[in-house]
């Protein structure tokens, strides 16, 4: 857990003596405990599958008889090799579909991606308010803010991860971001 390049230094040079090894361990330990208590808040992470880095994800804090909600986040394509996020599934909801948006006539719609969503290789793909998304439909209860999801995404080459949504504001646009401007989306809409 102790990432830290100038702790790995130190451990090296002070091998030879296992007190100092020993004291060098507490510090790493207590960095370690530091960084597991930075997770207990919503923040920006990174999940490393394969070639796919998923990043940035997040979702909305919901009125209590919501029915939907939505899931945001980026995913990576380092690979040279086309991916596709086939599917997701989380308990939060009975079902999670791949959306994206598209005006219907004048009118801005979503609907479902029956084929998946593509990542080709050495792009990223965003799905963010107003665009690609995932849709968890049949909520279970309602999201609150402050709380964090897990979201399992399926995808064609890299397989299935875990990924944790933090529950944002209701008005998120993106991840460490607040708010949207009124008039904007409600998020009901997505
Ligand atoms: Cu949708």
Known sequence: MCGDTLCSIRMENTMKTT???????????????????????????????????????????TLPNAPVAGGFLNVMNNGTVDDRLISAIT???????????????????????????????GQTVTLAPGGYHLMFMGLNGPLLEGET????????????????????ASNQRMIGHGEMKMGDMPAASE
Do not use: N, W, Y
Not at 47 to 61: I, K, N, Q, W
Not at 98 to 117: F, N, Q, S, Y
């Open 149 to 168: 999801i897990t979201v399992r995404l399926m995808f064609e080459v890299a397989g299935e991860v875990d990924v944790q949504l933090p529950v944002g």
């Open 91 to 121: 308990a939060i909801s009975k079902d999670t579909q791949i959306h994206e948006m598209a005006m219907d006539g004048d009118v801005m719609k979503m609907r479902e991606l029956p084929g998946g969503l593509p990542v080709p290789a």
């Open 19 to 61: 007190f100092i090894s020993a004291a060098l361990l507490a510090v790493c330990a207590t960095f370690a405990q530091a960084e597991s208590h930075a997770m207990d808040m919503p923040m920006a992470h990174e999940v490393v599958l394969g070639d796919l880095t998923v990043s940035d994800a997040f979702t909305r804090a």
